[in-house]
């Protein structure tokens, strides 16, 4: 229990200065946007055709090895 209310009156003490010192972020645009879901739409094409081989092996072949395949890429 001393430990936590340590923390939490470091945590306290802390959150104030680093506030101050913490640089503002700028908003993305437009552009980083639109590149930012092109990125993403690729990863999740890119990993599709394996995801579905892994269930559907998992699905035929029910194992330790097939569950745990199937969970990895899920």
Sequence with gaps: MKHMFVSALALAIATPALAQNAA???APTA???DAFV???EQQLADLAL???QA???NATY????S???AARLD
């Design 62 to 65: 029910i194992s330790q090895d």
């Design 55 to 57: 269930s559907w092996i």
């Design 50 to 52: 394996p995801t579905a």
């Design 38 to 40: 092109a990125s993403a």
């Design 31 to 33: 552009a980083e946007a």
């Design 24 to 26: 503002p972020v700028a």
């Design 67 to 69: 569950d745990a395949i």
